[in-house]
């Protein structure tokens, strides 16, 4: 007896080539764009410039799974609840690594901040990676904030209270109300996450996309001539 | 101007490169992600297992008010008669003529208008002490204030304000000197009475339904008086000690916030009456000068200046010089 599994994964045709008729295609011109904004060798690449020898650039990685530690341990605080870590010693505990990941992710990104400031890290069409940079720093603030108020305990309630002068004094009072807690522990645990991971994501995705900046070059030759205005092209090292 | 002009510039170093003609190193991205997970994790374990976190408990009318009940009698008369930081607040809560915040004509706080509408005697003292069952004189003493005169009214909370000023805490009990303050005693110290069983807790927070997680209430109740503000002083919290970016216990707190913190600290903000909004748009500009910072001349030529670039690339540089 046989039974039938439906079509073999192995006889669905593979991809097929580009072809002038798939133009209007919408996902084909997603996956055009995509494979050529992101060749697999540019966005997982396993070789990097020379000058890149520097303990300055591994802040840029301790931040990216900081920021993972601080999703993972946000994840169970979630499932256990507001409350769990309240009234139990095993939730403080969690509550505590969620804690320290937050000051480490923030203290690698001030770092990694300021060394990319220093190297002048937007030259070379990199400035949508620096804005990108900038603001997902913001967002993360706002995220760290409501985490502060969402804690339910003294803490929350003296900065809740506090902070509440400086957001009604520029009117986001009405729409956003730090005194309500349901309102922002949604904001810390659903919305200012999606914004931190989207724009962090967009972040590396630039990074690997032009590469990291250059050095200056020595003997003020740099002010000669003129540049190309193009983009990076994709797969060319910057 | 031809095309190619148009797709070439003058090279500026402060926004331009070369493109990298040197040497490439192998270098394994995901295995450094991978080691540096890891060691994130052993940093955050030790500092949990040695830190652990601050875990303060959250102050209660309830405790409020039997820690201190002449400071909750005293905040409760201004609740009354209008005169709290709640009740004169303006947007959101209320609509206190020329309470708002402002910098010439740039007033935002006015542009939303009121989004949490707050009575401070309904909500924070009458409506509580209807709901309280069994008290006939506490329920005559209410609908005797509500159907005096405002100037009468008036008479009796100065009155009463005058007398709390000198109350004194008896075992817990509230003792307010006699006045001529009507029933606006009786219906402050049924309130008082009232939160010290945690029965104004749970109606402050009530909003009709079983569920609720709005706190705007108890919390605006509780820092009108001078408990909280006390209790954030000892904590080393307060405005002018760096305030909120810091935490109960010795923790680092939200350090991040220093610099919106130290505008706080300095003139003409630490006592300006629209300090606040000052301090949001300082921090707004420089947060939009950060983000557009490569296209500032001067500012985005600091690091070329400075020249730290030299100590963050020096084996570069040095093999570049031995070359």
Same mark, same amino acid.
């Given at each position: 007896?046989?039974?039938?599994?439906?079509?073999?994964?192995?006889?669905?045709?593979?991809?097929?080539?580009?072809?002038?008729?798939?133009?209007? $295609?919408?996902?084909?011109? /997603?996956?055009?764009?995509?494979?050529?904004? @992101?060749?697999?060798?540019?966005?997982?690449?396993?070789?990097?410039?020379?000058?890149?020898?520097?303990?300055?650039?591994?802040?840029?990685?301790?931040?990216?799974?900081?920021?993972?530690?601080?999703?993972?341990?946000?994840?169970?605080?979630?499932?256990?609840?507001?409350?769990?870590?309240?009234?139990?010693?095993?939730?403080? @505990?969690?509550?505590?690594?969620?804690?320290?990941? /937050?000051?480490?992710?923030?203290?690698?990104?001030?770092?990694?901040?300021?060394?990319?400031?220093?190297?002048?890290?937007?030259?070379?069409?990199?400035?949508?990676?620096?804005?990108?940079? /900038?603001?997902?720093?913001?967002?993360?603030?706002?995220?760290?904030?409501?985490?502060?108020?969402?804690? $339910?305990? #003294?803490?929350?309630?003296?900065?809740?209270?506090?902070?509440?002068?400086?957001?009604? !004094?520029?009117?986001?009072?009405?729409? #956003?109300?730090?005194?309500?807690?349901?309102?922002?522990?949604?904001?810390?645990?659903?919305?200012?996450?999606?914004?931190?991971?989207?724009?962090?994501?967009?972040?590396?995705?630039?990074?690997?996309?032009?590469?990291?900046?250059?050095?200056?070059?020595?003997?003020?030759?740099?002010?000669?001539?003129?540049?190309?205005?193009?983009?990076?092209?994709?797969?060319?090292?910057? | 101007?031809?095309? %190619?002009?148009?797709?070439?510039?003058?090279?500026?170093?402060?926004?331009?490169?070369?493109?990298?003609?040197?040497?490439?190193?192998?270098?394994?991205?995901?295995?450094?992600? @991978?080691?540096?997970?890891?060691?994130?994790?052993?940093?955050?374990?030790?500092?949990?297992?040695?830190?652990?976190?601050?875990?303060?408990?959250?102050?209660?009318?309830?405790?409020?008010?039997?820690?201190?009940?002449?400071?909750?009698?005293?905040?409760?008369?201004?609740?009354?008669?209008?005169?709290?930081?709640?009740?004169?607040?303006?947007?959101?809560?209320?609509?206190?003529?020329?309470?708002?915040?402002?910098?010439?004509? #740039?007033?935002?706080?006015?542009?939303?208008?009121?989004?949490?509408?707050?009575?401070?005697?309904?909500?924070?003292?009458?409506?509580?002490?209807?709901?309280?069952?069994?008290?006939?004189?506490? $329920?005559?003493?209410?609908?005797?204030?509500?159907?005096?005169?405002?100037?009468?009214?008036?008479?009796?909370?100065?009155?009463?304000?005058?007398?709390?000023?000198?109350?004194?805490?008896?075992?817990?009990?509230?003792?307010?000197?006699?006045?001529?303050?009507?029933?606006?005693?009786?219906?402050?110290?049924?309130?008082?009475?009232?939160?010290?069983?945690?029965?104004?807790?749970?109606?402050?927070?009530?909003?009709?339904?079983?569920?609720?997680?709005?706190?705007?209430?108890?919390?605006?109740?509780?820092?009108?008086?001078?408990?909280?503000?006390?209790?954030?002083?000892?904590?080393?919290?307060?405005?002018?000690?760096?305030?909120?970016?810091?935490?109960?216990?010795?923790?680092?707190? $939200?350090?991040?916030?220093?610099?919106?913190?130290?505008?706080?600290?300095?003139?003409?903000?630490?006592?300006?009456?629209?300090? %606040?909004?000052?301090?949001?748009?300082?921090?707004?500009?420089? !947060?939009?000068?950060?983000?557009?910072?490569?296209?500032?001349?001067?500012?985005?030529?600091?690091?070329?200046?400075?020249?730290?670039?030299?100590?963050?690339?020096?084996?570069?540089?040095?093999?570049?010089?031995?070359?």
């Amino acid at each position: 007896m046989s039974i039938d599994t439906g079509t073999p994964a192995e006889t669905i045709p593979p991809a097929a080539p580009p072809h002038p008729s798939e133009s209007h $295609q919408w996902t084909a011109k /997603v996956r055009h764009a995509a494979e050529s904004a @992101f060749p697999p060798d540019q966005l997982l690449p396993d070789r990097q410039p020379a000058y890149m020898a520097s303990w300055i650039y591994v802040f840029g990685v301790l931040t990216v799974v900081s920021l993972a530690w601080v999703i993972i341990t946000g994840c169970v605080l979630a499932i256990m609840g507001p409350s769990w870590w309240h009234v139990s010693s095993t939730g403080h @505990f969690v509550n505590s690594l969620h804690l320290w990941s /937050v000051e480490a992710f923030f203290f690698f990104m001030v770092i990694h901040l300021w060394g990319k400031f220093f190297m002048a890290a937007w030259r070379g069409n990199r400035r949508l990676t620096w804005a990108t940079g /900038v603001i997902s720093f913001l967002v993360s603030v706002g995220a760290a904030f409501t985490g502060y108020l969402s804690q $339910q305990n #003294f803490d929350s309630q003296w900065i809740s209270t506090q902070a509440k002068d400086g957001i009604n !004094s520029t009117g986001a009072g009405a729409v #956003f109300n730090v005194l309500n807690f349901g309102q922002m522990l949604m904001w810390h645990i659903v919305l200012l996450p999606i914004g931190v991971l989207l724009i962090a994501g967009l972040h590396v995705l630039l990074v690997r996309r032009h590469g990291i900046v250059p050095p200056f070059a020595e003997g003020g030759d740099d002010t000669a001539g003129t540049v190309d205005t193009a983009p990076t092209p994709a797969g060319e090292p910057a | 101007m031809s095309a %190619d002009a148009k797709k070439r510039r003058r090279f500026n170093p402060d926004r331009d490169v070369r493109p990298w003609k040197g040497a490439y190193v192998p270098y394994d991205i995901l295995k450094e992600a @991978f080691v540096a997970f890891l060691a994130v994790l052993v940093l955050i374990l030790l500092l949990a297992v040695v830190f652990s976190s601050p875990d303060e408990p959250a102050v209660t009318l309830k405790t409020w008010s039997a820690v201190d009940p002449v400071d909750f009698a005293q905040t409760a008369i201004t609740e009354l008669d209008g005169s709290s930081g709640t009740a004169s607040y303006g947007p959101p809560y209320n609509s206190t003529p020329d309470a708002s915040q402002h910098m010439g004509f #740039f007033e935002p706080n006015q542009w939303f208008g009121v989004h949490q509408p707050i009575d401070t005697a309904q909500d924070f003292v009458i409506t509580p002490l209807r709901t309280l069952p069994n008290q006939p004189l506490t $329920q005559a003493a209410i609908t005797l204030y509500q159907h005096a005169s405002p100037a009468q009214q008036t008479a009796w909370t100065t009155a009463y304000e005058k007398a709390v000023a000198n109350a004194t805490d008896v075992n817990g009990r509230l003792h307010v000197p006699a006045g001529r303050y009507g029933p606006v005693g009786i219906m402050v110290g049924s309130l008082t009475n009232m939160a010290q069983t945690g029965g104004l807790d749970g109606t402050l927070l009530s909003e009709g339904q079983f569920y609720n997680t709005n706190y705007t209430k108890p919390l605006l109740f509780l820092a009108d008086g001078s408990y909280l503000a006390d209790k954030a002083d000892a904590q080393h919290l307060s405005g002018d000690q760096w305030g909120m970016m810091n935490e109960t216990g010795n923790y680092p707190g $939200q350090a991040w916030l220093w610099l919106y913190t130290m505008w706080y600290q300095v003139s003409p903000m630490n006592s300006s009456t629209n300090g %606040d909004l000052e301090v949001w748009v300082i921090m707004m500009v420089l !947060s939009v000068g950060l983000i557009f910072l490569p296209f500032i001349p001067i500012l985005r030529s600091i690091p070329r200046w400075t020249r730290v670039y030299k100590l963050i690339w020096r084996r570069h540089y040095r093999e570049l010089a031995s070359a």
